[in-house]
């Protein structure tokens, strides 16, 4: 066997070996993908494990990350700290600077939840300080929808969007409230990453937008990734938090119909009170006794 098949043989088995052991790179077989015959074929066929592999080691790690916070997250029943969770995961996972969650009433999107690391922001949520920012509608004074908001676009549209860079981005938001923010502050918003949280019936029940995600090895500002890891968290979170919100919804009108039972029962026992004889004597006594002070 020549020099160039050893040379060949040897690759692949250390491609294979890389596959096993999860440190396989790209470039250990890229200058056999392209060729042809057997050892080409050999080759893509490694790269495609690698790729298959890599996929369920992923869901795996996923699964063995996620799944316990959003075990935690449905057992939360403090509703400032079950909102603040779900932001405070979401930056771990995206390594995002900062955080912000909206949540719907009505036509307008309320700040709940505000997190910056760098500027240690912490409003909203267990801070118990309060969010001064004004709500977001989700509707012009024309009446026509708000899209030149970016977290008003993704309650809309039901989009995720990603903005690697506000300062140059080409898309039709207004970002001038942010640049305020940045003047004000000395930061920089660069890279967005806005999600739109959908409830049980696939109605929109908020917002979640992450702000500058961080090279975790140069701290860097790095545009924002589709991360399977977020959306996983999101659907967890959401679920519980739309339990949430639905529970509240029904401890509200129920009580709303105590008290609409009870109203209704003090003015019927108001009513059965002044029709009794018993009632009527007395204010007939009480009309006699005004018209003796008079003539006295």
């Known amino acids: 066997m020549s020099t160039k098949s050893n040379a060949i043989l040897t690759k692949l088995a250390q491609a294979i070996n890389a596959v096993e052991d999860g440190t396989y790179q790209s470039e250990i ?33 996923l699964l063995q990350k996620v799944v316990p916070i959003g075990v935690a997250l449905s057992a939360e029943r403090d509703f400032n700290r079950l909102l603040e969770s779900l932001v405070l995961e979401a ?14 009433e009505e036509d307008v999107l309320k700040f709940v939840i505000v997190r910056n690391i760098s500027l240690n922001i912490q409003m909203g949520g267990t801070s118990e300080k309060k969010i001064t920012f004004p709500p977001v509608s989700l509707y012009n004074v024309d009446g026509s929808e708000n899209r ?17 860079n506000a300062y140059e981005t080409s898309a039709a938001f207004d970002f ?11 930061y920089r918003s660069k890279s967005f990453l ?9 109605d929109v029940i908020g917002v979640l937008q992450l702000i500058n995600a961080m090279d975790p090895h140069t701290q860097e500002i790095v545009p924002f990734a589709s991360d ?7 659907l967890l979170a959401t679920a519980a938090l739309d339990g949430y919100l639905r529970e509240e919804k029904l401890r509200a009108e129920i009580e709303k119909l105590r008290i609409q039972i009870d109203d209704q029962g003090r003015d019927l026992s108001v009513t059965e009170i002044t029709d009794t004889e018993y009632f009527k004597e007395l204010q007939n006594r009480a009309k006699q006794l005004r018209s003796q002070h008079k003539d006295e």
């Open 194 to 202: 806005t999600v739109p949280l959908e409830g049980k019936e696939k």
């Open 148 to 164: 030149s908001n970016i977290a008003s676009y993704a309650a809309l549209t039901r989009r995720e969007i990603i903005i690697d």
């Open 228 to 234: 399977d890891g977020l959306w996983a968290l999101v």
């Open 91 to 104: 930056q771990n996972i995206t390594h995002a600077d900062a955080g912000t969650l909206y949540l719907l």
């Open 176 to 186: 001038s409230g942010t640049k305020d923010f940045d003047r004000k502050t000395g």
């Open 29 to 61: 077989l890229i200058d056999l993908l392209g060729q042809e015959g057997e050892v080409g074929q050999l080759a893509r066929a490694i790269a495609t494990l690698e790729r298959s592999t890599a996929f369920h080691r992923n869901q795996y790690q």
